[in-house]
C-alpha cells in the first residue's frame, strides 16, 4: 500500500489539483460551499487515508475526477443534505438563455434524486460530463454495453417524467 504524501507533496498538489477538484464539485453540487467542503474533503482524505491511495494506475486528474465524483455523489445520497441540496436547485445545467432551462434543471434534479446509485452516477457522466459509453465505462467498472443500457433506461425515465 503506497504512503501517504508528504506535508511538501501534498501542498504542491493541492495547488496544482484544487482548482479542477473545486470546478468539478461546483458543477455536480451546485453551491461554491459544498464544492469547497468536497476540496477539503479530498485532500484531506489523501493526508489521513480515508480514500482510497492513488496507485499510478491512471492520471492524478483522472484519480481525482473520479474520487471527487464519488464524494459528490455521496453527498447528494447523504439524507442530510439532500433537502437543502434540493431547495437550492443542486444539479446546474449549461448555462442557457431560455425559459426551458429552470425546467430542464428541475427534471435533472428529481432525476438525480430518485434513482439508484448505478444510474445517478452514469446521469452525471453521460449528461454533465457529456462523456463516452466507453469513458463511462471505465469510470464505473463496467461493460460498454452496461453503460448503454444504463443510457438507455435514463432515456425512459426521462420520458416517462416529461409526460407527467
Known amino acids: ?15 496544482r489539483h484544487a482548482p479542477m477538484v473545486f470546478r468539478r464539485a461546483r458543477g455536480i453540487l451546485g453551491s461554491e460551499s459544498d464544492a469547497h467542503d468536497i476540496v477539503q474533503e479530498v485532500f484531506l482524505g489523501m493526508m489521513d487515508r480515508t480514500e482510497a491511495a492513488f496507485e499510478g494506475r491512471s492520471s492524478m486528474t483522472t484519480w481525482l475526477y473520479s474520487v471527487t465524483t464519488n464524494l459528490c455523489l455521496n453527498r447528494i445520497r447523504d439524507g442530510r443534505n439532500r433537502s437543502r441540496l434540493i431547495a437550492e436547485n443542486v444539479v446546474p445545467l449549461r448555462a442557457t438563455t431560455d425559459e426551458g432551462s429552470s425546467e430542464s434543471r428541475s427534471i435533472v434534479h428529481d432525476l438525480l434524486r430518485k434513482l439508484p446509485e448505478d444510474l445517478r452516477a ?5 449528461y454533465l460530463d ?6 463511462i465505462a471505465a469510470q464505473l467498472s463496467c461493460s ?16 416517462e417524467m416529461e409526460t407527467q
Open 144 to 159: 460498454r454495453r452496461h453503460v448503454g443500457n444504463l443510457v438507455e433506461r435514463l432515456a425512459d425515465i426521462v420520458k
Open 130 to 135: 457529456e462523456m463516452t459509453h466507453e469513458e
Open 1 to 15: 500500500m503506497p504512503e501517504p504524501p508528504s506535508e511538501e507533496d501534498l501542498s504542491l498538489l493541492y495547488r
Open 122 to 126: 452514469a446521469a452525471v457522466h453521460y
